[in-house]
């Protein structure tokens, strides 16, 4: 039986996911995480991001593969959102990125 989640993880035996925290350590959570992120490319975005959806079907960056709780921790870990699940948010931070 197959228990893997929506967003791609399996809980572990004693239950709950990891996460990873603003200061970009793991940490176990009993809830799963709202958003992915991509850990060599710095970039966060939807569980149901059309572009990463493709990467991982083709078996690309699941080992670098991380989750957040939510989009304010990611941007604390130091992660920028994704340009094609997440337009207008990434063009508000590459445009804060130019001044």
């Given amino acids: 039986m197959d228990t893997r989640r929506l967003d791609d993880t399996a809980p572990a035996a004693a239950g709950g996911y990891t996460l ?19 850990r060599r490319g710095r970039i966060y975005g939807r569980l ?3 572009s990463a959806l493709r990467h991982l ?10 989750f957040f709780a939510d989009e304010a921790t ?3 870990a130091g ?13 508000a ?5 130019s001044s």
Avoid: I, K
């Fill in 20 to 38: 990873t925290g603003a200061d970009g350590r793991p940490y176990r959570s009993e809830v799963p995480g709202r958003f992915g992120g991509y």
């Fill in 48 to 50: 149901d991001c059309p």
């Fill in 57 to 66: 079907a083709r078996g690309n960056y699941v080992r670098h593969r991380v």
């Fill in 74 to 76: 990611a941007v604390a």
């Fill in 79 to 91: 992660y920028r959102p994704c340009a094609v699940c997440l337009p207008l948010r990434h063009r």
């Fill in 93 to 97: 931070w590459r445009d804060g990125q």
